[in-house]
T-cell receptor, first 114, second 112 residues
Framework: DSGVTQTPKHLITATGQRVTLRCSPRSGDLSVYWYQQSLDQGLQFLIQYYNGEERAKGNILERFSAQQFPDLHSELNLSSLELGDSALYFC?????????????FGEGSWLTVV | AQSVTQLGSHVSVSEGALVLLRCNYSSSVPPYLFWYVQYPNQGLQLLLKYTSAATLVKGINGFEAEFKKSETSFHLTKPSAHMSDAAEYFCAVNIPGNQFYFGTGTSLTVIP
């Protein structure tokens, strides 16, 4: 158990809908990361937050947004969903943003868009 | 620019044989390098990491990796494969700001 908690574990929704994925980082970790894993694209970095502020952006679509709240949990919002958004979405956390810090992954949220 | 290349998306070895998973990196700054493992239906777990101390890094489950600056490589090895080693393995380079760039992964199959 990494200590990173993600909910829901599985989600099935229709095209055009909006979903929210939730992540609680490990106790004491200030930085949260979101990744998307799909068969054709591999593990793609979406976005990073540190202590409530956006730190870095990767290949995140404009239809997607995220935030980190004062209690350090984070949410990833996916809207106007398309079939191609079906993937495993991981949240990860690290103590801070110093280089070399290990990031710890949650077990992921499986999103299926039908 | 920073990037990671994992040679071989699928590797098969016999139980008891040597495991060698290849990773080459590109980094404009001295890198920190990581190997993660992903078992089916699970998240990624840290196997080991290199942070500029010893070039030979020992990790969990008998895995180790050697940082070779001249070859820009960080290959993962295990002397004797076990059935439980079957998983997806990811190499990653870590850059300032603690951002990670992951390779495309190598799926390891262990044949009994």
């Amino acid at each position: 158990d990494s200590g990173v908690t993600q909910t829901p574990k599985h989600l099935i929704t229709a095209t055009g809908q909006r979903v929210t994925l939730r992540c609680s980082p490990r106790s004491g970790d200030l930085s949260v990361y979101w990744y998307q894993q799909s068969l054709d694209q591999g593990l793609q970095f979406l976005i990073q937050y540190y202590n409530g502020e956006e730190r870095a952006k990767g290949n995140i679509l404009e239809r997607f947004s995220a935030q980190q709240f004062p209690d350090l949990h984070s949410e990833l919002n996916l809207s106007s969903l398309e079939l191609g958004d079906s993937a495993l979405y991981f949240c990860a956390s690290s103590a801070d943003v110093a280089s070399g810090n290990t990031i710890y992954f949650g077990e992921g949220s499986w999103l299926t868009v039908v | 620019a920073q990037s990671v290349t994992q040679l071989g998306s699928h590797v098969s070895v016999s139980e008891g044989a040597l495991v060698l998973l290849r990773c080459n990196y590109s980094s404009s700054v001295p890198p920190y390098l990581f190997w993660y493992v992903q078992y089916p239906n699970q998240g990624l777990q840290l196997l080991l990491k290199y942070t500029s101390a010893a070039t030979l890094v020992k990790g969990i489950n008998g895995f180790e990796a050697e940082f070779k600056k001249s070859e820009t490589s960080f290959h993962l090895t295990k002397p004797s494969a076990h059935m439980s080693d079957a998983a997806e393995y990811f190499c990653a380079v870590n850059i300032p700001g603690n951002q990670f760039y992951f390779g495309t992964g190598t799926s390891l199959t262990v044949i009994p």
